[in-house]
């Protein structure tokens, strides 16, 4: 499974888009690339996935360059409920032979303030 | 509600015991995940199961071992417990395996005193 390294902390504040980035450069082919929030004592939540270029939903956005070695989860307007810390993760999606170890690492703790 | 349920909420038990953490996944999904978060260690994958069988292993104690049975529900089962053993303890559960979508249950807080 590919490594990958996040900022360990970022604040911003209301209203604004935040963006967190995460290296993972020796990415697979076969990888994709997905992000989970966690607030505290609460299990993670699956915000976005995405293998190339750019995802979209409700809730944010997912930029994957060309290279794939990195991406950007982006979250417009963030209000205080966005407080949380957000993993991000990078392995092949479909897999039902051998094993395939999880990581999630440590993590972007964001600080929303008002 | 991530529809993953996963009893008993809260646990305190004492050291060298032997408790068993008992998960059940989402209607339709074939695989349980179990996961320990600690607060000096993070999220920390244990192993995973799917349809019944055990698929990938992480960094999981030889005094755990889990479980899943033909209903899908899933036993983590934690025994001579130490203090360093007391964390929030996490099932998901996801439609397939691999790096799919997972669902994660409200957790299991143990303490072992």
């Known amino acids: 499974l590919a490594k990958t390294t996040q900022p360990i902390s970022m604040d911003s504040y209301e209203g604004q888009e935040v963006n967190i980035t995460c290296s993972h450069n020796n990415i697979a082919t076969n990888d994709y690339i997905t992000w989970y929030q966690q607030f505290p004592s609460q299990g993670p939540r699956f915000i976005i996935q995405g293998y190339k270029t750019k995802v979209t939903n409700e809730v944010a956005s997912l930029f994957i360059p060309a290279d794939r070695k990195s991406s950007t989860l982006s979250l417009p307007r963030v209000s205080l409920s966005d407080t949380a810390v957000y993993y991000c993760l990078v392995g092949e999606r479909w897999r039902d032979t051998g094993f395939q170890k999880l990581v999630f690492g440590t993590g972007t703790r964001l600080l929303v303030s008002p | 509600d991530s529809g993953v349920t996963q009893t008993p909420k809260h646990l305190i038990t004492a050291t060298g015991q032997r408790v068993t953490l008992r998960c059940s996944p989402r209607?339709?999904?074939?695989?349980v995940y179990w996961y320990q978060q600690s607060l000096d260690q993070g999220l920390q994958f244990l192993i995973q199961y799917y349809n019944g069988e055990e698929r990938a292993k992480g960094n999981i104690l030889e005094r755990f071992s889990a479980q899943q049975f033909p209903d899908l529900h899933s036993e983590l089962n934690l025994s001579s417990l130490e203090l360093g053993d007391s964390a929030l303890y996490f099932c998901a559960s996801s439609v397939d395996t691999g790096l799919v979508e997972q669902y994660f249950g409200p957790g299991t807080r143990l303490t072992v005193t």
């Open positions: 209607s339709g999904d074939l695989s």
